[in-house]
């Protein structure tokens, strides 16, 4: 039982916890997503189950949040879960300033993830660490934010729409306002409303995954994730020498959109992800990275 499942999740749950409750439905041990959401936060979690975990890496992996800031308070953990820090009065700041300001946080960003995350160092996470009273250095990542619009200012409250890279902490984000402002801010609300190619329409509650039978009707082929990909098909006998992990010369010269492809069998079967490569002399070599086993029916 291999697809892509798009679950809308609830505030109040873990991504783990969606994992288990998925685990517990299908039976199914291996599933991954493509990124996780804070309990408070709603929305698209993509997860991917069996095959499907092995082209989680070229799933694209944008993201697009509704979020909500409360400016003039601040907390630990950087969104209204936590233990409040300060409180300042906000009536003084205008609505110019704020769109200033948020315009301003467009393209390349130097983000140091908040002590409250799941990204270990050293081996831990920085969340048991937080909660243990402990703040350690982090780096700062380079992220992108594609696109910010104010879609509503009521203060405290100022409502965004944000489209950015993976990786992007909008908690970070929401701090980031409240000092360029003065008055500091968290995260009051957060809905992710798309992930690449998977929007919030595409997804489902998990109140639905009431049976292995419901699962398998609502799993997506897992081609879906990467329809983005250039395809490739090869003969029975180039078939089986990408199975046995083989390059394959193509008589071709013909551009690629990107150096990654959908590798199928002429049954239209999807066999592999592959890699485009050229030869100092132009010629075109096919390398496969991730040899999959099942076909595009995930209902079989």
Same mark, same amino acid.
């Given at each position: 039982?291999?697809?892509?499942?798009?679950?809308?999740?609830?505030?109040?749950? !873990?991504?783990?916890?969606?994992?288990?409750?998925?685990?517990?439905?299908?039976?199914?041990?291996?599933?991954?997503?493509?990124?996780?959401?804070?309990?408070?936060?709603?929305?698209?979690?993509?997860?991917?189950?069996?095959?499907?975990?092995?082209? =989680?890496?070229?799933?694209?992996?944008?993201?697009?949040?509704?979020?909500?800031?409360?400016? *003039?308070?601040?907390?630990?953990?950087?969104?209204?879960?936590?233990?409040?820090?300060?409180?300042?009065?906000?009536?003084?700041?205008?609505?110019?300033?704020?769109? !200033?300001?948020?315009?301003?946080?467009?393209? /390349?960003?130097?983000?140091?993830?908040?002590?409250?995350?799941?990204?270990?160092?050293?081996?831990?996470? &920085?969340?048991?660490?937080?909660?243990?009273?402990?703040?350690?250095?982090?780096?700062?990542?380079?992220?992108?934010? #594609?696109?910010?619009?104010?879609?509503?200012?009521?203060?405290?409250?100022?409502?965004?729409?944000?489209?950015?890279?993976?990786?992007?902490? =909008?908690?970070?984000?929401?701090?980031?306002?409240?000092?360029?402002?003065?008055? *500091?801010?968290?995260?009051?609300?957060?809905?992710?409303?798309?992930?690449?190619?998977? $929007?919030?329409?595409? /997804?489902?509650?998990?109140?639905?995954?009431?049976?292995?039978?419901?699962?398998?009707?609502? &799993?997506?082929?897992?081609?879906?994730?990467?329809?983005?990909?250039?395809?490739? !098909?090869?003969?029975?006998?180039?078939?089986?020498?990408?199975? +046995?992990?083989?390059? &394959?010369?193509?008589?071709?010269?013909?551009?690629?959109?990107?150096?990654?492809?959908?590798? #199928?069998?002429?049954?239209?079967?999807?066999?592999?992800? $592959?890699?485009?490569?050229?030869?100092? +002399?132009?010629?075109?070599?096919?390398?496969?990275?991730?040899?999959?086993?099942?076909?595009?029916?995930?209902?079989?």
């Amino acid at each position: 039982m291999s697809g892509i499942l798009i679950i809308n999740k609830p505030a109040g749950l !873990t991504s783990h916890d969606v994992i288990d409750i998925l685990r517990q439905v299908s039976g199914v041990r291996r599933i991954g997503h493509t990124g996780t959401l804070d309990p408070m936060a709603t929305g698209v979690l993509v997860t991917c189950l069996e095959q499907a975990t092995r082209i =989680i890496e070229f799933i694209p992996d944008d993201k697009e949040y509704q979020a909500v800031l409360q400016l *003039g308070t601040t907390s630990d953990t950087l969104d209204r879960t936590g233990k409040i820090l300060s409180h300042q009065p906000v009536n003084h700041i205008s609505e110019l300033q704020i769109k !200033t300001e948020v315009a301003e946080l467009i393209g /390349s960003l130097k983000q140091v993830p908040p002590m409250f995350s799941a990204i270990k160092i050293k081996g831990r996470r &920085l969340y048991e660490l937080a909660r243990a009273g402990q703040s350690i250095p982090r780096p700062a990542r380079t992220v992108e934010i #594609y696109d910010l619009k104010i879609t509503a200012i009521n203060l405290p409250f100022v409502h965004l729409k944000i489209h950015c890279s993976s990786g992007t902490y =909008i908690r970070s984000l929401a701090e980031t306002v409240g000092e360029k402002l003065g008055c *500091g801010a968290l995260l009051f609300d957060l809905t992710r409303t798309r992930v690449g190619p998977f $929007g919030l329409e595409q /997804s489902i509650q998990l109140p639905q995954l009431n049976s292995l039978i419901t699962l398998k009707k609502l &799993l997506k082929p897992m081609e879906t994730g990467i329809n983005h990909l250039p395809t490739i !098909t090869v003969s029975p006998n180039d078939a089986q020498k990408i199975k +046995n992990g083989q390059s &394959l010369k193509q008589n071709t010269t013909r551009p690629f959109p990107n150096h990654y492809v959908r590798i #199928y069998t002429n049954d239209a079967n999807l066999l592999a992800i $592959g890699k485009v490569h050229y030869s100092p +002399n132009n010629e075109c070599f096919l390398k496969p990275v991730k040899v999959l086993t099942v076909i595009n029916d995930v209902s079989r």
